[in-house]
């Protein structure tokens, strides 16, 4: 009788073990997917259908962007075209290099020449609209802080606006500093 008791005892627990590895093995694991996310509770979510829709949908954009290089090219440039720097900016010792305005952001980078280290550096620019060939209108200016309080001579910065009014160009102006 003892006997049979540790045989049920067994069997019981061997089936369990035989129950419980075959749902484990049921539950989907990262392993099982190309792609997934896991929730917070630990589930296994399958995202593979779309991921392999991102990729051809990525596969075939850079395709076209190989395809059409120059025209990437050309939209950098006009981006950059669209940034003219006069006056007083021009005839500090500062270097402007990577800008770009794209209708609404006017970003770039400082290069400090003056031979000495510079702090509270600030951008002034003007907001042009085409009036028409040839002929601009202004219709805002600001200021903007670059990112670092202080540059050391040989030192660079960057600058960003936001919330700017749109427009066809920007003309920095002038550059303060102290």
């Given amino acids: 009788m003892l006997n049979l008791k540790y045989w049920i005892v067994g069997l019981s627990l061997a089936s369990g073990f035989v129950v419980s590895s075959e749902v484990a093995n049921s539950v989907p694991r990262q392993a099982d997917y190309f792609c997934y996310e ?94 028409g060939e040839g002929k601009w209108r202004s219709v805002d200016n600001g200021k903007v802080l670059a990112n670092n309080e202080s540059v050391a001579k040989g030192g660079k910065t960057n600058f960003s606006t936001s919330g700017m009014r749109s427009g066809d160009r920007v003309t920095i102006t002038d550059v303060e500093f102290d």
């Avoid at 630990?42 to 120059?70: H, P, R």
């Avoid at 290069?111 to 280290?117: I, M, V, Y």
């Avoid at 550096?121 to 085409?130: D, G, K």
């Fill in 38 to 131: 896991q929730t917070a509770y630990g589930e296994v979510v399958n995202l593979t259908e779309i991921c392999q829709k991102v990729q051809q949908k990525s596969a075939s954009t850079n395709t076209g962007a190989k395809n059409s290089n120059s025209s990437t090219k050309e939209s950098n440039a006009a981006s950059t075209d669209r940034v003219r720097i006069e006056g007083q900016a021009r005839k500090k010792k500062l270097e402007f290099s990577d800008y770009s305005y794209d209708g609404k952001m006017l970003v770039g980078t400082i290069k400090n020449r003056t031979g000495k280290s510079i702090s509270d550096i600030s951008v002034v620019y003007e907001i042009e609209v085409r009036e």
